[in-house]
């Protein structure tokens, strides 16, 4: 009887992980659809669509609740090792990343409704291609962890500095706007608040990728270049 009932409890846990797995990739999906829905809504002034993606931004939030409590639940009746309790503690900190980029796709969604007295659109294009670049870095970094690819994992990473760059661009476009029109001053700060968070999407997506590494490869590529200028 010794024999059955161990494979019971190996199927037992191997289902509970298959769980988290899929409900963290279903999290994901939903993130990845708000981000460009959201600066869809922005570019387009489109203040309807804005107010129902506050209301999405709940479906996130049960999501992270429910898996942190999926994961807490196995690790401590099936006390995991090695890999698969890197696999849990980092699916938690996963959730509180993509949980993070669903609360500024929301921001945005704020910031659109703020705007709806102008028809601003300085920076829009800018915007729009930060939004294009952070949905794509996030959808690598999930596909880094769904086919246990390092590689693609550190190009997400790489690809931090372009929306970096675009950041750079739209705030010195909300100067030059700031300098030439006193009106423009309150505007363009919604406008720049915007470019911020997506910035900050990218920095999120880097830190799924970097957990992606430390998942498969056991190390830790966290600051990695300040740490070795520090050295």
Known sequence: MTGPKRRYTDQGYESELKEI?????LMAGRVEGIILRAVDAYVRRNFEEAR??????????????E??????????????????????????????DLERI?????????????????????????????????????HDAIDAFVQRDTSLARAVIDRDDAVDDL?????????????????????????QSVAKYLERM???????????IFMLK???VRHEGKLQQDG
């Open 21 to 25: 797995r899929e409900r963290l990739l």
């Open 52 to 65: 129902g993606i506050v209301e999405l931004d709940r479906d996130i939030n049960r999501d992270e609740v």
């Open 67 to 96: 898996l942190d409590a999926l994961c807490l639940q196995l690790l401590a009746c099936r006390q995991p090792m090695a890999s698969d309790l890197r696999f849990v503690t980092l699916t938690m900190k996963m959730v509180t």
């Open 102 to 138: 669903g609360d500024l796709s929301v921001n945005i969604c704020e910031r659109t409704v703020d705007l709806a007295d102008t028809d601003l659109r300085v920076a829009n294009d800018s915007i729009s291609l930060m939004g294009r670049k952070v949905q794509s870095m996030l």
């Open 167 to 191: 950041y750079d661009e739209v705030f010195a476009q909300i100067l030059d706007l700031m300098r030439t029109q006193q009106a423009g001053i309150h505007r363009g700060i919604h406008i």
């Open 202 to 212: 990218a920095d999120h997506s880097t830190n799924i990728a970097e957990q992606v």
């Open 218 to 220: 056991g190390q830790d």
